[in-house]
């Protein structure tokens, strides 16, 4: 199966203060001839950013990736651990024996 994928830098302003920049973020698309404005929404959508004021896309690029779901999510299988310890009333701490 065919899937395509677009890598971007973004930036994003929110109503209420603040901002968020990536640099190569990656994001699934439909097809390769997807607009900007579809790449925004679904990059806000897939991070479930809430009251986004504006979202600024450059060195977008789509690109087709042959990949099964499998394989795609096969990461997650391993590191389903968590990566800190927390217990009621006590700050994080990483996990013993990891660094």
Same mark, same amino acid.
């Given at each position: 199966?065919?899937?395509?994928?677009?890598?971007?830098?973004?930036?994003?302003?929110?109503?209420?203060?603040?901002?968020?920049? #990536?640099?190569?973020?990656?994001?699934?698309? !439909?097809? !390769?001839?997807?607009?900007?404005?579809?790449?925004?929404?679904?990059? #806000?959508?897939?991070?479930?950013?809430?009251?986004?004021?504006?979202?600024?896309?450059?060195?977008?690029?789509?690109?087709?990736?042959?990949?099964?779901?499998? =394989?795609?999510?096969?990461?997650?299988?391993?590191?389903?651990? !968590?990566?800190?310890?927390?217990?009621?009333?006590?700050?994080?701490? !990483?996990?013993?024996?990891? =660094?």
């Amino acid at each position: 199966m065919t899937e395509y994928r677009a890598s971007f830098d973004a930036t994003v302003t929110f109503a209420n203060g603040g901002g968020l920049a #990536v640099h190569g973020f990656r994001v699934d698309v !439909p097809d !390769p001839g997807i607009d900007e404005a579809g790449i925004a929404a679904l990059f #806000v959508a897939s991070l479930g950013l809430l009251m986004t004021e504006s979202v600024s896309l450059s060195n977008h690029l789509c690109c087709q990736q042959s990949t099964s779901a499998a =394989s795609r999510f096969a990461w997650l299988a391993r590191t389903r651990r !968590p990566m800190v310890t927390v217990s009621p009333g006590s700050r994080a701490r !990483p996990r013993a024996g990891r =660094s």
